[in-house]
């Protein structure tokens, strides 16, 4: 497992080279990231002249501030695992082996070092007293019980890290990834750590009016959303009485063998465990994390990492599947007949494929844009888009007319980028009324719902190499 240690620097010319020494004795693989933050007091020197092929070491030509400094660092990751290291001595690098052995253990995405939990140096008690209000409102706002907010040794998972999209370009970065982390559902552990804090004196930067920063970034991400994607599903997960609906128009199309590609929080394979197999898939390692929870200990469920770019995949058409799901999956293809046609090499002959997708693109807004939508689709269209990819139509109707109506709505006039939860969660009590619609076969709806069955001389497309299946 490669750690990857990001050292965001600035004007630490009397600890740079000691911090150095202490992070590579550490025993494990590591590839160590240094960012110097515009350092006037001979640091970028002393960098410069570093000649170790396990360092790499980048420059701002002016100081932006540590957030963009670990902007710049995680952005050139490549581990498993990410840990922030100050260079300023504060922190220990002896104790990075225990910051990062819940995730080593699969415990946890992200760790965060508690000065308050172990040994410390005395704190100045404005730093104490700040701390503990900006804690105090994390766990209002967050509903956590963390002791340490602003703590700057933290540990994520890599592709945790490299998602984190930071925006805050000074201190406001520790509220930041602490609101996002929170926000987006993530597992974290916290364990107590050694703290020998600076004075100003010694060159401590910090001062009290990030304490105000802070308490703006904590309220700016809990209000506001950054991952459009992932909020959206979150949201999705609320209104379960929808996912419940959609699965029985299509439920007597399922069959036994069954696949769902992009299975995300699991909102929908979650009323389809009980199959005599079922494949669930995403290229997100939270998703593939959250879905191995989810559903440990039930045999019949195996998790995968699928990419509907790979093509035909030989392992999972070895599983002789007789229905593949993808719902709200094939718009963010670029290309979505190699996409379907590496779906037909996976399914055995005659099976079926049962699609979702967004209709008329008239309707296509912002919120479309903002899920990396490529496109919504006119019925005719993509039944011959079917056809030419080795699938024959059996049944295709609109869905959820009310829905395409709050869609227009909500993107068209009043341009927004994602549905407020408050409608949603609306929506989810007036969800039987999409039961009538069943009854209407409405001409149009928010989605367009298909299934086709392959025919029984589909070549497969590029067969991708296969990847280790897990099995929960």
């Known amino acids: 497992m490669k750690l990857s240690i990001v050292i965001p620097v600035y004007n630490e010319i009397h600890t740079i080279e000691e911090i150095l020494r202490q992070v590579r004795a550490i025993p494990l693989e590591l590839e160590i990231i240094i960012v110097d933050d515009g350092s006037t007091d001979g640091t970028r020197e002393v960098l410069q002249a570093l000649d170790a092929p396990d360092i790499k070491v980048f420059f701002h030509e002016k100081n932006v501030g540590k957030g963009g400094a670990l902007k710049t660092g995680f952005a050139h990751t490549t581990g498993d695992i990410v840990v922030i290291q100050d260079a300023d001595l504060e922190y220990l690098p002896e104790e990075i082996p225990a910051l990062i052995d819940p995730i080593v253990k699969g415990k946890a995405d992200v760790v965060f070092g508690s000065r308050f939990l172990g040994a410390r140096r005395v704190f100045m008690f404005s730093h104490l007293l700040g701390n503990k209000i900006l804690t105090l409102l994390t766990n209002i706002l967050y509903n956590t019980t963390l002791t340490d907010m602003e703590t700057c ?38 364990i107590p750590i050694s703290y020998d804090g600076r004075t100003y004196a010694e060159g401590k930067k910090i001062t009290w009016r990030d304490g105000f920063k802070a308490v703006y970034w904590l309220l700016r991400c809990r209000f506001t959303v950054d991952d459009v994607g992932h909020e959206t599903l979150r949201r999705m997960a609320a209104t379960d009485r929808y996912s419940r609906l959609i699965v029985q128009r299509i ?78 999956v094939l718009e963010h293809i670029k290309d979505d007949g190699a996409a379907l046609r590496g779906l037909a090499g996976m399914l055995k002959p005659h099976g079926r494929l049962i699609l979702l997708v967004p209709a008329h693109p008239l309707l296509y807004s912002p919120l479309d844009r903002n899920l990396d939508h490529y496109r919504r689709y006119r019925r005719r269209a993509l039944h011959a888009l079917l056809k030419r990819s080795g699938f024959t139509v059996k049944r295709s109707f609109h869905f959820n007319m009310l829905g395409a109506l709050g869609w227009w709505f909500n993107g068209r006039v009043l341009r927004r980028k994602i549905l407020p939860g408050g409608q949603l969660r609306l929506f989810n009590l007036v969800v039987g009324l999409l039961r009538v619609e069943a009854l209407m076969h409405p001409p149009f709806g928010l989605s367009l719902v298909v299934t086709a069955s392959r025919g029984p001389a589909v070549e497969p497309a590029a067969l991708a190499p296969a990847t280790d299946l897990k099995t929960s």
């Not at 890290?161 to 520790?174: Q, T």
């Not at 929908?268 to 390692?285: A, C, P, Y």
């Not at 509907?308 to 993808?326: F, K, S, V, Y």
């Open 153 to 190: 040794y933290k540990a994520f998972r890599g592709d945790v890290a490299r998602s984190l999209n930071l925006r805050a370009r000074d201190f406001g970065c520790e509220p930041e990834m602490t609101a996002k982390v929170f926000r987006r559902g993530l597992r974290v552990y916290e």
């Open 251 to 328: 439920e007597g199309d399922v069959g036994q063998r069954v696949l769902e590609v992009g299975s995300g929080l699991g909102n929908i394979s979650g009323h389809l465990s009980r199959r005599e197999i079922l494949v669930v898939s995403d290229i997100t390692d939270t998703y593939l994390e959250k879905l191995q929870r989810r559903f440990a200990g039930n045999s019949r469920v195996r998790v995968v990492r699928y990419d509907l770019n790979e093509g035909t995949r030989a392992d999972l058409r070895d599983l002789e599947l007789d229905t593949i799901i993808c719902l709200n």
